[in-house]
């Protein structure tokens, strides 16, 4: 079956633009995360979603990160005024649920973000 | 501090021989443990994972881990390793009631003929 789908799989942009990264979790699952994986920091939770349950937060590095889901499938993780320590690979996961019960999380393929 | 330790940054490995990759992890409480490989340009592939039970676990592509309490290991082995295990391999857990994971800093597999 179809896995998680990110796209765009590279992004190259000028520092100060705004990007946008898409991810399309699997089908049926309810819990939704975007993780960060940078040569400095190794792999970072930023973000996750469960159902129609108010996100956490807590791993955005900024307030130029931000990310919603919409009708509980599709998440677009946004960076505004992008710096050169965003460069990184945007890595999302999801899985059946959420907290409790250890569900394994599959990952999509990421998005490679070069800021110039 | 709670954290996880992969000891081995690099391991060069011929093909045909076996493979152990090591990790440890500092937790209260014996949290969720995966194993996850990235070949070059992908994302993460789970491998297996320990939840209760049988403390040796079987994966795909012929991995299995053993957990143990007493060292809060949960070790990965191969008996045979072929060429296209040259990879990155990545421990993580969950803690119980939690979702976020954490991973260790990974361990590069090199296989030479």
């Known amino acids: 079956g179809a896995g998680v789908s990110q796209s765009p799989s590279n992004k190259v942009t000028e520092k100060g633009k705004d990007v946008e990264l898409r991810c399309d979790p699997i089908s049926g699952h309810t819990a939704l995360y975007w993780y960060r994986q940078s040569l400095g920091q190794g792999l970072e939770f930023l973000i996750y979603?469960?159902?129609?349950?108010?996100?956490?937060k807590s791993g955005l590095p900024s307030d130029r990160f931000s990310a919603e889901r919409t009708g509980g499938s599709v998440s677009t993780l946004t960076i505004q005024r992008t710096q050169q320590e965003d460069s990184a690979v945007y890595l999302c996961a999801s899985s059946l649920s959420g907290a409790g019960g250890g569900q394994p999380q599959h990952f999509g393929d990421g998005t490679r973000l070069s800021i110039l | 501090a709670q954290s996880v330790t992969q000891p081995d940054i690099h391991i060069t490995v011929s093909e045909g021989a076996s493979l152990e990759l090591r990790c440890n992890y500092s937790?209260?409480?014996?949290?969720?443990l995966f194993w996850y490989v990235q070949s070059p340009g992908q994302g993460l592939q789970l491998l297996l994972k320990y939840f209760s039970g049988d403390t040796l676990v079987q994966g795909i592509k012929g991995f299995e881990a053993e957990f143990k309490r007493s060292q809060s290991s949960f070790n990965l082995r191969k008996p045979s390793v072929h060429w296209s295990d040259a990879a990155e391999y990545f421990c993580?857990?969950?803690?119980?009631?939690?979702?976020?994971?954490?991973f260790g800093a990974g361990t590069t597999v090199t296989v030479r003929a």
């Open positions: 993580a857990v969950v803690p119980w009631e939690d979702y976020k994971l954490s």
């Open positions: 937790y209260g409480a014996t949290p969720y």
């Open positions: 979603f469960q159902g129609n349950s108010a996100p956490d």
